[in-house]
């Protein structure tokens, strides 16, 4: 039984190779994410996750949107991605091992042919940080 201590309710949404579980928990009218990994349960607060790579980092729905959770912290998606304007990412459903991240954006007001609150599915594909010796060649 992977259920959070003290829970209501909870229901998995995702598992890695590693047999971690990620899923949401709530009672008293709060909804908490979780991840459950080697028969500890741990708190991710506010962040919905909807899937998990095999390195454990965890993606979903935080309190602005689309969300990543790595190494402990919880990072909002459209403050570390280009779009800007008038496209938000709404949800990250799946992540997988290279870090590629799919989900749910929309767009806000319309663009072009598209018509206001038209949801659109994304990718995002990490870039891969510089180094010195990267930048000294």
Not at 90 to 107: F, H, M, P, Q, S
């Amino acid at each position: 039984d992977i259920h959070p201590p003290g829970a209501e309710w909870s229901a998995a949404t995702a598992v890695n190779d590693a047999g971690d579980v990620v899923g949401s928990a709530g009672g008293a009218g709060a909804i908490r994410g979780f991840r459950y990994s080697a028969g500890v349960n741990t708190s991710l607060g506010s962040l919905i996750p909807l899937g998990i790579n095999t390195a454990g980092t965890v993606v979903g729905r935080g309190e602005s949107g689309a969300a990543i959770h790595i190494d402990g912290t919880t990072y909002d998606l459209n403050r570390l991605t280009n779009y800007r304007g008038k496209f938000q990412l709404l949800e990250a459903k799946g992540i997988n091992d290279r870090g590629w991240i799919v989900g749910t954006g929309a767009y806000w007001g319309g663009r072009g042919d598209y018509p206001p609150h038209t949801q659109r599915a994304f990718v995002l594909k990490p870039i891969p940080k510089a180094t010195k010796e990267a930048a000294a060649d």
